[in-house]
């Protein structure tokens, strides 16, 4: 049982910026990276009690950070940390709900919540997994984060050799150069990989319906599982026409806020794979929702990850806790200091290209300071 005396009143609440440039910047249809950021929470209760979260830094981490340090501080300091759901719902009807920031404060929110659950876990001695009902299980992973980009196809093959001798049996794709080029590569991989390994693609919003009329009848050729978000999470209509072009599944949900804007996607039944992101959607408490809802159609869960082990390893956790668990986004990229210098390590495969999640209590993840410290925020665009 938890103890819900004072010393789990909430004490502190910091966001933490941080950022680092990459040399080898990989290009996607967003463009070509430049640097890295990451935004880092961190909840003090008053007996000593140390929760860690992330909050996706929406481009701009210094601004979702100031958010956090201002108006989200003071609405969550004195309330008690185990008390998840109270603290989203006080969020959400002073700053969410109305004239407040809107994707900006999902984002803040859900590294908040993302350290309660951490907090949690800690009071109880509990892995995350364990406090949301669930059991260790492995959890099938494939190969993404900014990597297996628009290099020529002899390149890309190469890396995707490489990412299969490490253990996945599954690749993400990045499409939205242009369909003749982005038919290149995925014809390259078919054919060096072989039928065996499973291969996603991302367009990362920069097709058109022409494009995925384009490429649909190669996706189904070559039995590529989904076509993620080949249009921004608005343009509905789009989703709508391209849904109706081929077999190959269309997935979204990265850029989606909140289980009242999962309930339009999955209603509208144009996606069929849904990808909530623990550090964009609402936390740990929202994501759970959305799992919920879209169990309800029978759909399964592929969360969205990106920059530290945080947002990983809560990812892993809830898909071992999930009755519509699917794949779990393992960052590939050949530059991420979050992933190998801020936080410990969550995505070690098994034999059969799957991860378990941390056995520590709570998040069961461990975050160096002296790294945040040794790394400010880098103003300006991760993109060019």
């Given amino acids: 049982m938890i103890n819900t005396d004072s010393s789990l009143k909430i004490a502190r609440v910091e966001g933490i910026a941080t950022s680092f440039p990459v040399k080898q910047g990989v290009t996607l249809g967003i463009g070509r990276a430049v640097k890295r950021d990451a935004l880092i929470v961190k909840v003090t209760t008053e007996g000593g009690l140390v929760g860690w979260g992330e909050s996706h830094h929406g481009r701009a981490p210094g601004a979702i950070a100031q958010l956090i340090n201002t108006t989200l501080r003071q609405l969550t300091v004195g309330m008690d940390a185990a008390d998840v759901v109270g603290v989203w719902s006080r969020i959400y009807s002073r700053q969410l709900v109305s004239h407040g920031m809107g994707q900006a404060c999902a984002l803040a929110m859900s590294g908040i919540d993302q350290a309660l659950w951490d907090i949690r876990g800690k009071a109880v001695g509990w892995p995350l997994y364990k406090l949301l009902g669930g059991a260790s299980k492995p959890t099938k992973a494939y190969a993404g984060g900014i990597s297996l980009g628009f290099q020529p196809p002899p390149e890309l093959v190469a890396e995707a050799q490489a990412l299969c001798q490490r253990g996945y049996r599954a690749l993400k794709l990045r499409f939205g150069d242009s369909p003749r080029r982005d038919i290149e590569r995925l014809v390259a991989i078919r054919e060096s990989l072989g ?64 289980r009242f804007e999962f309930n339009r996607l999955i209603a509208q039944a144009s996606v069929q794979v849904i990808q909530p992101d623990l550090s964009k959607a609402g936390g740990i408490t929202e994501v759970m929702r959305i ?22 390893a809560a990812s892993i956790h809830l898909l071992c806790a999930i009755d519509n668990p699917g794949y779990f986004e393992a960052d590939v990229s050949k530059e991420n200091l979050f992933r190998d210098r801020l936080t410990s390590r969550t995505d070690a495969l098994d034999e059969n290209g799957c991860v378990r999640p941390p056995e520590g209590p709570g998040l069961g993840i461990d975050v160096d300071e002296d790294f945040l410290a040794a790394h400010p925020v880098i103003d300006g665009p991760a993109y060019v």
């Fill in 195 to 258: 039928d065996e390994v499973v291969i996603m693609v991302d367009a990362n919003t920069g097709y058109t319906v022409a494009d995925v009329r384009a490429v649909m009848p190669v996706l189904d050729e070559l039995d590529v599982i989904w076509l993620e978000e080949p249009f921004p999470p608005h343009d509905e209509r789009s989703y709508r026409q391209a849904a109706m072009l081929g077999r190959t599944p269309l997935a979204a949900g990265e850029n989606h806020f909140t």
């Fill in 291 to 312: 799992a919920a809802m879209a169990s309800a159609e029978k759909l399964a869960i592929h969360p969205h990850t990106l920059a530290t082990g945080l947002n990983m």
